[in-house]
């Protein structure tokens, strides 16, 4: 599999994500801190990931990812949603707007991806409806409008 992902690496990369062995996105993709980024399956070593990559987002000072692009699959796994969730009394203004305007963008992501199941879809779009929710929230509790 990893010789036809480097033949034709744009298209399957995400498509076969989960199952290679480098993230596509984040920081520190050689190591696996994001891998669990793209892993969407209910399997052990998948929450593991999962569960690594959040710490990893949770932990970030410098929170780069927050503006980094994120495929179909971040959205579907959850991370990068409770990430933005878990962060929002840090964030800056910029970042608050950056994260809603993510969460508010992932429904149509997440529907458009032909890899993901129904389920994975729509857990993925109420998760972000949440997540846009309470960022708007923190929002008007601490930004100024301009």
């Not at 710490?55 to 933005?84: I, M, N």
């Not at 970042?95 to 032909?114: C, F, Q």
Request: aromatic share 4%; hydrophobic share 40%.
């Amino acid at each position: 599999m990893i010789l036809y992902r480097r033949r034709n690496l744009p298209v399957l990369l995400l498509l076969f994500a989960p199952v290679a062995p480098v993230g596509c996105t984040g920081p520190n993709v050689t190591t696996g801190a994001s891998s669990g980024l793209t892993c969407v399956d209910d399997s052990s070593d998948c929450v593991a990931k999962r569960q690594r990559t959040l710490r990893y987002l949770v932990d970030d000072s410098d929170r780069a990812w927050v503006k980094a692009h994120a495929p179909p699959e971040a959205y579907a796994s959850g991370v990068r949603l409770f990430a933005l969730k878990s962060k929002k009394k840090e964030l800056t203004c910029d970042e608050l707007a950056h994260g809603r305007n993510e969460a508010d963008r992932a429904p149509a992501v997440l529907r458009s991806a032909g890899n993901l199941t129904p389920a994975q879809v729509s857990r993925g779009i109420m998760l972000a409806s949440e997540v846009s929710r309470e960022l708007a929230a923190e929002m008007k509790r601490r930004c100024q409008r301009g």
